[in-house]
């Protein structure tokens, strides 16, 4: 369980986007995005505390998430430093964040019976469904340029030029974030077993290519298989292939980009990042692969998954998205969701709830982001 009570940041809620994003400091006195340790402006960033540096690139890669995503439903995004996994011969784990809860079978849902992260349902409900919860939580690791012994340290700054040996923090964010809002299965990755029994959204667009199976249809032992089938396990969208000829590696001739996939399971990181073979780069891959504030195929994978999208044609230009108009406002909002299902018990989120209080499990599905020596 989080050790501190909750506090919303003054001034975070980012709102004139599309998606309005509350920022919530689960920091105590004194530490992590309270930090009253002196420091000089860096980047663009004008923090002079090393906490307030740290708040002000998180608000500056949430607002990045919040300008390309439509809801009409606050989301509330908890976050906090901790020390993490750090070992100068293995590497480090930068970040972890995953979906504060799930839902399915709500009113607004595009597919019966299927999971959806907590801030995908309540844009498609278009009402929060979870009131007294957070929608995504996060934790970055304090160790870095502080007790880990590896050589790297975070940077700061908003323009995303760090020095030799450090991790810009923004990209970071942007892609821990990115696994909150949607980016990940929920499926069990040493089991193969869906969560509770039901399909995610995100597993019904992963297909085994030496198969030709979607994971949906496949037994649990065949999931297993898929997820260490290096190159063959595939993102199959519409808008993600249509998309895909920006890649020179990592995509197949039909399309399909690959996903995570390693020979020996990666916990936490296979299946739920696209593969590291991406040339160029992409911003969801597991690694760190330097600065990255575009977030590149990672958005038309939102548009696969029923997140209204701006700004790459999907939906409409970003000025039409948050231009006062409440009819294109309207437009840019709905236009993504699919014919309403009968409404039904929504228990997923509690079933999280219900997690949270009897194991201290805080997120689900917790991806990590690292880094190598």
């Given at each position: 369980m989080l050790a501190f009570p909750l506090c919303v940041l003054s001034g975070a809620g980012l709102a004139g986007a599309a998606a309005t994003i509350n920022v919530i400091n689960n920091d105590g006195a004194g530490e992590g995005f309270n930090d009253p340790t002196g420091v000089a402006p860096v980047g663009g960033n004008p923090g002079t505390t090393l906490g307030a540096q740290r708040l002000n690139a998180f608000e500056f890669a949430a607002e990045i998430w919040a300008d390309l995503i439509t809801s009409d439903v606050e989301i509330r995004l908890a976050a906090e430093f901790n020390p993490l996994f750090c070992d100068p011969n293995v590497g480090a784990v930068l970040a972890l964040a995953g979906a504060a809860g799930v839902d399915r079978d709500f009113a607004g849902a595009p597919v019966a019976a299927t999971f959806y992260p907590a801030a995908l349902a309540d844009k498609l409900a278009g009402m929060d469904l979870f009131p007294p919860g957070d929608d995504v939580g996060a934790e970055f690791n304090s160790s870095i340029g502080t007790t880990c012994t590896l050589a790297v340290d975070w940077y700061y700054g908003l323009d995303a030029s760090p020095g030799f040996g450090e991790v810009d923090f923004v990209t970071t964010v942007l892609h821990e974030l990115g696994h909150g809002l949607g980016f990940a299965t929920f499926v069990d990755d040493t089991t193969g077993e869906k969560f509770l029994g039901f399909d995610d959204v995100f597993m019904l667009q992963l297909e085994d290519h030496s198969t030709g199976e979607l994971w949906p249809g496949m037994s649990d032992a065949e999931r297993v298989t898929s997820s260490t089938d290096p190159g063959d396990l595939h993102w199959v969208g519409a808008e993600v292939v249509a998309a895909s000829g920006s890649l020179s590696d990592g995509v197949h001739a039909s399309g399909h980009v690959e996903m995570f996939a390693p020979s020996t399971l990666d916990p936490g990181s296979s299946v739920s990042h696209f593969s590291d073979d991406l040339d160029p780069d992409g911003l969801m891959e597991p690694f760190e692969t330097g600065a990255l504030h575009d977030v590149g195929l990672a958005l038309e994978l939102f548009a696969d998954l029923d997140w209204c999208i701006c700004g790459n044609g999907v939906v409409e230009p970003p000025e039409l998205c948050d231009d006062g108009n409440s009819?294109?406002?309207?437009?840019?909002?709905?236009?993504?969701?699919?014919?309403?299902?009968?409404?039904?018990?929504?228990?997923?989120?509690?079933?999280?709830?219900?997690?949270?209080?009897?194991?201290?499990?805080?997120?689900?599905?917790?991806?990590?982001?690292?880094?190598?020596?």
């Open positions: 009819i294109d406002d309207d437009f840019c909002s709905n236009a993504c969701q699919g014919p309403p299902v009968p409404m039904l018990p929504v228990w997923g989120r509690v079933a999280g709830a219900l997690l949270l209080l009897s194991t201290g499990i805080v997120l689900l599905g917790q991806h990590p982001r690292r880094v190598r020596p």
